[in-house]
């Protein structure tokens, strides 16, 4: 019998939600992941590929950098001050297969306090 991975499993579940969730233009995606030891978070415009915005617990400007729910709190006020940098205020969010709980749902709520709509 073959067993069936936890990574595996969150990945096919990405895969399903990328089906539906798209960034554009005047309406990036917030793409997030997380290791265990750091928190990413990502404003992509998928119609041209590129990376809007980006910030994660490897920045400078967060200390204790660590993979817990207060981290997730600092990058999400993080990614927010800077998508307002760059004119940026609706997003679609990706939880990135992740259960929106705990790190995912610390950082979408810091992200929202920090001013963004999705």
Excluded: C
Aim: aromatic share 4%.
């Amino acid at each position: 019998m073959s067993i069936i991975k936890r990574k595996s499993i969150r990945q096919r579940i990405h895969k399903r939600i990328r089906r539906k969730v798209s960034g554009t233009t005047e309406r990036p995606r917030l793409a997030i992941h997380y290791s265990n030891q750091h928190i990413y978070a990502q404003v992509i415009d998928d119609s041209v590929g590129r990376t809007l915005v980006a910030a994660s617990t490897l920045d400078k400007s967060i200390e204790k950098a660590s993979s817990n729910v207060e981290s997730a709190q600092k990058v999400g006020k993080l990614i927010a001050e800077r998508a307002k940098g760059s004119n940026i205020s609706n997003v679609v969010f990706d939880r990135g297969g992740h259960l929106y709980h705990g790190k995912v749902k610390a950082l979408a709520d810091a992200a929202r306090e920090g001013g963004l709509q999705f």
